[in-house]
């Protein structure tokens, strides 16, 4: 299945939208030393023959920053960057991976590198998101960064009075009192008078139909997501079982909920969720890595439309599978 991409294309009726649009989602990529970056630019060449009018990197762009430190590669995932802001302006936005460093025994530490993400940002058409904003005459885009110890807090810090250790993997008490500090950005796409699309390029979807988060997140048209991998829900099993509920999350908790597919807040945002380039990254026990090979690519093209589909549909969605030479 490394030649497979699976295309899930998202039409989404947006009241009042000032023109249309295509978006196309990339998620976590984990580009490694290992990896071969032929085939993510075969998902590029893909995502450029549907016209995309932006692109949106969804975080885990690399799988740790010890990628960097490797001068072939940096450059390698540079050029690949370079490439995706010559297709369409570009989104990027960080994740945990994208911020921390694996040694060779698999233990992490939090590793920012500004100096490279200032080198990227400088890149044509290619614009850092790290709690930042983009806004031209059609969109406005957030790149919110999960706080690192967002994922871990339940396991490197004591817990927080709000979290709800048997909603999900990760600390919802974390990430309610970051959204809190955020409130003025955030607070700031209430207000729309062009009717341009907001989109939040918000990397774990885990929480986002928690009341507390999806009311900070109420004016965003859409919440674009990544992380769970697709709930490494098998290929023909992902087509036929309904629903967002996964198989593992990347925290390895079993049918982890809100891991696929696209979710109606409570506040009327869409969460799509985009299942990801790779499934089980370099980072991970070596025993399991070989598994990657078994799961199809996934990229996302959205459409957004003024126009009504249907006579009570938000949005509707189809699935194709590309093979890549």
């Known amino acids: 299945m490394e030649k497979v991409i ?3 294309h998202t039409t989404t009726y947006i009241p009042n939208l000032n023109g249309t649009l295509r ?3 990339i998620s976590d990529m984990h580009i490694d030393k290992a990896m071969k970056l032929e085939k993510i630019k075969r998902v590029f060449n893909l995502v450029g023959e549907y016209h995309p009018d932006y692109i949106c990197l969804l ?3 690399i799988d740790s920053t010890n990628v960097i430190d490797d001068q072939t590669r940096k450059q390698e995932f540079l050029d690949l ?4 802001g010559f297709i369409a302006p570009t989104m990027l936005s960080l994740a945990d991976h994208d911020q921390r460093y694996y040694d060779e025994n698999g233990q992490s530490s939090f590793d920012f590198r500004k100096n490279f993400w ?3 940002a400088q890149l044509p058409n290619v614009h850092v998101l790290n709690n930042a904003a983009y806004e031209d005459d059609r969109v406005r885009f957030l790149g919110y960064t999960l706080p690192s110890y967002y994922y871990t807090a339940k396991y490197d810090l004591p817990s927080y009075s709000m979290a709800s250790k048997d909603r999900a993997d990760e600390d919802l008490g974390v990430l309610v009192e970051d959204l809190f500090y955020h409130q003025e950005i955030l607070d700031s796409y209430l207000e729309n008078p062009n009717n341009k699309y907001s989109a939040v390029l918000f990397h774990s979807p885990q929480q986002v139909n928690d009341p507390n988060v999806a009311y900070q997140l109420r004016g965003f ?5 990544g992380h769970m991998h697709e709930g490494c829900v098998p290929p023909i099993l992902d087509e036929i079982i309904p629903g967002n509920l996964g198989f593992i999350s990347p925290q390895r908790s079993l049918f982890p909920a809100f891991s696929r597919g696209v979710i109606k807040t409570s506040y009327g945002s869409l969460c799509i969720i985009s299942g990801g380039i790779t499934k089980i990254h370099g980072s991970a026990k070596k025993i399991l890595q070989p598994f990657n090979k078994f799961f199809p690519m996934h990229i996302d093209i959205v459409d957004v439309t003024g126009e009504p589909i249907g006579k009570t549909k938000q949005y509707k969605r189809e699935s194709t599978y ?3 030479k």
Do not use: R
Request: net charge negative; no cysteine; charged share 25%.
């Open 322 to 324: 590309k093979y890549m």
């Open 118 to 120: 200032d080198e990227v």
């Open 23 to 25: 978006v196309a989602g």
């Open 81 to 84: 960057l370079t490439y995706s």
């Open 6 to 8: 699976k295309v899930n």
């Open 221 to 225: 048209d859409h919440i674009l997501s």
């Open 59 to 61: 975080g885990d762009n």
